[in-house]
Structures are given as structure tokens and as C-alpha cells.
């Protein structure tokens, strides 16, 4: 599941900071989102998820916010440590549908 | 096993050749997908299959891709007469649910980096 690419979105951050990822979604009728981590020369590994009927959903060191008004999911990922460095894919779906539909990704990179 | 399971990892092969990616789910998920990676960019979606219903190969990208689940278990997808734009991670996922969703999150498997030359 290698994915180093030349063109993908990069965050860099400070180890210790907070780091927050966006995402824009493609599908208004999506109602099921999940965030997905990569890891090179892995593949993706589930985060966390969220439902179109909340705003907001935590778990350990993660948040994720969806504003469906602008179609726009976030992950916060707290204390950033550098085991979080990967890429991170933003995935849509209908709860109907069992596509997921990913988004290109953000690589992560944390600083000593 | 304890995770899905894809192989080869590596694939080198000539243009015109045929390939064969195999992968083996997570034991009693029976949902599987294939997904395509290329360099840089997302998760593109191949093909799902779901008990023994038909599969939706919708995004299959030509006819010289094809894939097969026998058994409800392990899963081959076929790329027949390689071309280079064929070169690619391929993603093999599963899970225990009818969606992506709450019954079942996707486990991917490390992929099957197939090169052609």
C-alpha cells in the first residue's frame, strides 16, 4: 500500500501540536464518512467514523467534524506524535451503498 | 488468518502479459473489495463482492480486468494484456457487513504492487 507521491497535500507539524486535516466531500447525499490512515507500504487502517446526523465525534486523541453545509470533514488529531506520520484518506459513503469513495489524501509529516 | 492477505506483494511483468492478484479475506467477512491505488493519488474503487450475491464491477476500468470470489472466500482479479497505465497498488479489502459502514469497517490488506514494463 506504498502511496509516496509527489503531488499529494502535505501537513507538517511539530511534534506535540495539534494537527488538523481537511477534507472536501464530493457527494451531498453521503451520509457515512470515515477517515482512514496509511501507513507506507501498508494499507489504509480505519480511525474514525461519523454519521450525517452528527456534527461531531471523538475518540482517543481524534476528532472528527463535519459541516454538511459545506460539505467539509476535518480530522484533529491531538498531541501529534511521530507514529502519526502517514497519509490520511477522507472516505464517503451511502449508508445504502457500500461504495467508499476516497479522497486523494493528505500526507502527514511530524517534526521531532 | 488474523488479517487479509494479498500476494504477490510485488508483481513485475511485461506489457501484454496477463496477471493475477489473489487475496484472502479476513475469515467469515463476506464483503470483499478491490480497490486501485496509483502513485499519489486516492483509492479508486474496482469492484465488490457480497455473499452470494452478483458482484458490482461498476468500477472496473476496461474489459481486460475481471475478477472472481470462489467459495465466498478468496478473491482473484485478472488483468489480462497489460498495458503500463496498469501499474498500480491494488487493494484488497473486507469486511463483515453489507457497507462500509457501522456493521463492518473495510480491513485492507498491504496490496499487490503490480509494475509493468
Known amino acids: 500500500g506504498e502511496n509516496v507521491g509527489l503531488h499529494l497535500p502535505t501537513l507538517s507539524v511539530q511534534e506535540g501540536d495539534n494537527s488538523i486535516i481537511n477534507c472536501a466531500y464530493s457527494?451531498?447525499?453521503?451520509?457515512?464518512f470515515i477517515w482512514y490512515k496509511q501507513e507506507s507500504g501498508k494499507g489504509p487502517q480505519f480511525i474514525i467514523d461519523i454519521r450525517s446526523n452528527m456534527d461531531k465525534r471523538q475518540g482517543q486523541r481524534v476528532t472528527v467534524l463535519l459541516n454538511k453545509t459545506v460539505k467539509h470533514l476535518s480530522l484533529q488529531i491531538a498531541a501529534t506524535q511521530p507514529g502519526d506520520s502517514a497519509v490520511y484518506f477522507c472516505a464517503e459513503t451511502m449508508d445504502s451503498s457500500y461504495k467508499l469513495i476516497f479522497g486523494s489524501g493528505t500526507r502527514l509529516l511530524v517534526r521531532p | 488468518g488474523a488479517g487479509v492477505s494479498q500476494s504477490p506483494s510485488n508483481k513485475v511483468t511485461e506489457k501484454g502479459k496477463d496477471v493475477e492478484l489473489r487475496c484472502d479475506p479476513i475469515s467469515g467477512h463476506t464483503a470483499l473489495y478491490w480497490y486501485r491505488q496509483s502513485l499519489g493519488q486516492g483509492l479508486e474503487f474496482l469492484i465488490y463482492?457480497?455473499?452470494?450475491?452478483?458482484?458490482?464491477k461498476s468500477g472496473l476500468p476496461s474489459d481486460r480486468f475481471s475478477a472472481e470470489r470462489t467459495g465466498g472466500s478468496v478473491s482473484t482479479l485478472t488483468i489480462q494484456r497489460t498495458q503500463q497505465e496498469d501499474s498500480a497498488v491494488y487493494l484488497c479489502?473486507?469486511?463483515?457487513?453489507?457497507?462500509?459502514?457501522?456493521?463492518?469497517?473495510?480491513?485492507f490488506g498491504e496490496g499487490s504492487r503490480l509494475t509493468v514494463l
Open positions: 479489502a473486507s469486511s463483515a457487513g453489507t457497507s462500509g459502514g457501522a456493521t463492518g469497517e473495510l480491513f
Open positions: 457527494n451531498s447525499a453521503s451520509d457515512y
Open positions: 463482492f457480497q455473499g452470494n450475491s452478483a458482484p458490482d
